[in-house]
């Protein structure tokens, strides 16, 4: 059921610096920054309202920090120069953060850690997070943070020749981590080989990890859950009830969103439609597009996506209702998003030319 309400509202102010705050007779709130020479952004907030934007430029990967829920930034600070960074099509740095603890991941053939222990001000690493040299040179992964700091970094993984799903952990911030682990085999050849897997965990401690699968033929996303203080995964779960017959990689991992204690919905691209799938309800075509990214907003899911060279995005209510899509920009790709604390919205950051947009999204 299609509603033509959207209760989140983009402001339509752009700011060209990235330490202005944008401000209008009516509109006293960030709408957009711009960051030039910059790649593959990722977000991450925590509950003080702070906000850290990673991204990279070339081989230096940079931060940018904002304290007022992306009001204001300031300016970018270097994490390091990575020779062999891989970039583009989802690849680059993930960042992960709490209290005064920042990590941020990128990969070269290995999959490295830089921490900071200031919130940003400062960087050491890097660290090596793949135990076995050139496992990790695919170089897809992300970076989920739990409510108590621990670290869980999942990639793309080649020690075995086929393609596996592994995973490591750290209790400090990244400066060290467990020996590696197999979050998930295929029985038959591998995983897909170029889809970037996705990590979340819930308030509670509870980790969801998601992958795109190629089993029989078919490359369809699949989901483990891991539950606070164990160290074992369920078995694995298809999403949705369609399948994707296909002989190649669609280069599209999709998204989970967090709708509650060990509740997580998944968005998805499934032969060119963006797929929702909200808890047991069947699956729901939302549009045509691929790499959508979603978050919860309270207890609707925002869900932005790329169709073309345009972003869209549309609402899915708490009563399964979803709002007829509305576009956002032109000549964007990539998007990430990141929920605000106490209700105040989201920030959605993407591509666009050879700069990094940053806008927020308003109840």
Known sequence: ??????????????????????ASPAVFALEAVRFADAAQPRL???????VFLAYADGVDVFVVRSDDDGGTFSAPVKVASVPGLKL???????????????????????LIAFTSLDAGRSWTGPVTVNDVAGSAREGLHDLAVAPDG?????????????????????????????PNSAVYRSPEISICE???PTAVFDEAGNL??????????????????RAAGSAKFSEPVKQGQGTWKLNGCPMDGGDIIVRGRGVFDTVWQRAGDVILQAGTAPELRLSGGKQPVATALGDATLIVW????????????????VSAPQQL???????????????????????????????????
């Open 150 to 178: 621990r670290l869980f970094a999942t990639w793309l993984d080649l020690r075995s020749g086929k393609t596996a799903l592994y995973g490591a952990e750290s209790t400090d911030a990244g400066r060290s981590w467990t």
């Open 88 to 110: 583009g099509m989802r690849r680059g740095p993930r960042i992960a953060v709490r209290g005064e603890a920042v990590t941020v991941t990128v990969q070269t053939n290995e």
């Open 194 to 196: 170029c889809c970037h």
């Open 329 to 363: 920009a032109t000549g964007a790709r990539f998007p990430v998003l990141v929920s605000l604390p106490g209700h105040a919205g989201a920030l959605l950051a993407y591509e666009q030319g050879a700069e990094v947009v940053v806008e927020r999204f308003r109840p």
């Open 44 to 50: 991450a907030a925590d509950a003080s309202g702070r």
């Open 1 to 22: 059921m299609l509603s033509s309400c959207l209760p989140f509202r983009r402001l339509a102010l752009v700011c060209l610096g990235f330490v202005s705050l944008c």
């Open 208 to 225: 969801a990890v998601m992958w795109r699968n190629w089993l029989g033929g078919s490359r369809d996303l699949w989901l483990v859950t």
């Open 306 to 321: 790329q169709k073309g060279t345009t972003l869209w995005s549309a609402e899915r209510a708490a009563n399964g209702t």
